[in-house]
């Protein structure tokens, strides 16, 4: 498993932000987006292409394409859904499914309730979007389900991690291609499963309290 951390003080300093209990809805979600943006950048790094010839007004240029099949982008609802409209702004050729996760908040395992994916996930590059990776249970889950389904390497861009949950998902997934691109590393989980200091819970933040 490779993992990234972003090292850049822009993404810190918006991060710094939204981690501020005081930060209203409407900014949380655009600096959601932005900081989503910010991070596809390092994420789309090894994202499949070909190369191509175009003509420019004075002569042929060699570029590149992104491939087929095109990458498959995958909020888990429902904090990532804060996080889409920032990455399909970097790919916006890109596929999207949706998988809805939730934690159970006393076992905190995860539970699948929704799921709107492509059959066929073989020779795809997946790009899981979730904006906290506690546990890990859940990232844990929707990889595995990715895999399953026939992809062959997922990339997950998250906002903010414990080592705890990274650490279990590096134990869940040896051996496969996954990628784990981070704008923070937080120091610890709690007892009942936040991250310290995180944000909070993401998903109220985005959208208020279930
Ligand atoms: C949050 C978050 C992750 C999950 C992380 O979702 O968005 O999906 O918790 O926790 P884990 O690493 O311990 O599994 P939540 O279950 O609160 O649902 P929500 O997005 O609907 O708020
Ligand atoms: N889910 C969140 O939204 N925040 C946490 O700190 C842990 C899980």
């Given at each position: 498993?490779?993992?990234h951390?972003?090292?850049?003080?822009?993404i810190?300093?918006?991060?710094?932000v939204?981690?501020?209990?005081?930060?209203?809805?409407?900014?949380?979600?655009?600096?959601?987006?932005?900081?989503v943006?910010?991070?596809?950048?390092?994420a789309?790094?090894?994202?499949?292409?070909?190369?191509?010839?175009v003509?420019?007004?004075?002569?042929?240029?060699?570029?590149?394409?992104?491939?087929?099949?095109?990458?498959?982008?995958?909020?888990?609802?429902?904090?990532?859904?804060?996080?889409?409209?920032?990455m399909?702004?970097?790919i916006?050729?890109?596929?999207?499914?949706?998988?809805g996760?939730?934690?159970?908040?006393e076992?905190?395992?995860?539970?699948?309730?929704?799921?709107?994916?492509?059959?066929?996930?073989s020779?795809?590059?997946?790009?899981?979007?979730?904006?906290?990776?506690?546990?890990?249970?859940?990232l844990?889950?929707?990889?595995n389900?990715?895999?399953?389904?026939?992809?062959?390497d997922?990339t997950?861009?998250?906002?903010?991690a414990?080592p705890?949950?990274?650490?279990?998902?590096?134990?869940?997934?040896?051996?496969?291609?996954?990628?784990?691109?981070?704008?923070?590393?937080?120091?610890?989980?709690n007892?009942?499963?936040?991250?310290?200091?995180?944000?909070?819970?993401?998903g109220d933040r985005?959208?208020?309290?279930?």
């Amino acid at each position: 498993m490779r993992v990234h951390v972003a090292d850049h003080p822009l993404i810190t300093h918006k991060l710094t932000v939204l981690r501020d209990k005081n930060t209203s809805s409407p900014t949380f979600r655009s600096l959601t987006e932005e900081l989503v943006t910010l991070l596809a950048y390092e994420a789309t790094r090894d994202v499949r292409v070909e190369p191509v010839n175009v003509q420019t007004p004075v002569a042929t240029a060699e570029g590149l394409a992104i491939s087929d099949p095109r990458p498959l982008v995958v909020p888990i609802l429902r904090a990532g859904l804060g996080m889409l409209e920032g990455m399909v702004k970097l790919i916006p050729t890109a596929e999207v499914g949706f998988l809805g996760m939730v934690r159970n908040e006393e076992t905190l395992q995860p539970d699948i309730y929704a799921e709107r994916l492509p059959d066929d996930l073989s020779n795809r590059q997946c790009f899981v979007l979730d904006p906290m990776l506690a546990t890990g249970g859940s990232l844990i889950a929707a990889i595995n389900y990715l895999f399953e389904r026939g992809a062959v390497d997922v990339t997950a861009i998250c906002l903010i991690a414990s080592p705890e949950g990274l650490a279990a998902v590096e134990r869940a997934t040896d051996g496969r291609n996954v990628h784990i691109v981070l704008g923070a590393l937080d120091d610890r989980l709690n007892e009942v499963g936040y991250i310290v200091p995180g944000l909070g819970d993401a998903g109220d933040r985005l959208y208020g309290t279930v």
